[in-house]
């Protein structure tokens, strides 16, 4: 059981760190990899994260642009926006400012 939990764990973190669809410049798909820990399509049903569903495009990019350059500070974002590109972040943003 434990090995179970333990494998299934990495197995989330590999799927959370990899964005295998950015090639795809899918919002939706690349979005799904923000769900670990923004929630399922970007809602909460915590308050730990902060919620991205909603978030204007012009907010969200600039927030990415920021982690991205180091301008923003951060434990985690700043390490995981390298992984995308202007385009993939456009991609999110639009579905991110679409979700309700
Ligand atoms: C491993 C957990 C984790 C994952 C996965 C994650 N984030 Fe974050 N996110 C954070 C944390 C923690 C913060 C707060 C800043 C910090 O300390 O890094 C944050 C903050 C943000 C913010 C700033 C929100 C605001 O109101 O200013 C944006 C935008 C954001 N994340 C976008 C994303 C996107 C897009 C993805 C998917 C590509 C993603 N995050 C995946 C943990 C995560």
Known sequence: MKTLLVSSALAMLATLFTP????????AA???TCAGCHGTHGKLRN???VPLAGM????FIRAMRDYKSGK??????????????DRDVQAMARYF???K
């Open 20 to 27: 295998a669809h950015a090639s795809e410049h899918n919002g």
């Open 47 to 49: 308050q730990e994260f």
């Open 56 to 59: 204007p495009e012009a907010e």
């Open 30 to 32: 690349m979005a799904a």
């Open 97 to 99: 400012a679409r979700v």
């Open 72 to 85: 923003r500070q951060s434990t985690l974002m700043g390490n995981l926006a390298q992984g995308f590109s």
